[in-house]
């Protein structure tokens, strides 16, 4: 769109469809990492739910950019 010279509103508008629809991706990504990976960590064994856990406070971490 930029290369094709588009009026600016509507690439704007274009960019947050895309970023909107990425973070339907990652909050999906994230629940099914809780639901399934972590959940199953967690009854299987405490040190690998503990494991898990750290693994989403990062994973939590990166995706708010903190």
């Given at each position: 769109?930029?290369?094709e010279?588009?009026?600016c509103?509507?690439?704007?508008?274009?960019?947050?469809a895309v970023t909107?629809?990425l973070?339907e991706?990652?909050?999906g990504?994230?629940?099914?990492?809780?639901?399934?990976?972590?959940?199953?960590a967690?009854r299987?064994?405490?040190?690998?739910?503990?494991?898990?856990l750290?693994e989403?406070?990062?994973?939590?971490r990166?995706?708010?950019?903190l």
């Amino acid at each position: 769109m930029v290369g094709e010279d588009r009026y600016c509103i509507g690439i704007l508008t274009q960019i947050s469809a895309v970023t909107r629809a990425l973070q339907e991706v990652t909050l999906g990504l994230l629940d099914d990492h809780v639901r399934h990976c972590v959940h199953s960590a967690v009854r299987a064994d405490e040190a690998e739910g503990d494991a898990k856990l750290d693994e989403l406070t990062l994973a939590l971490r990166r995706t708010l950019r903190l």
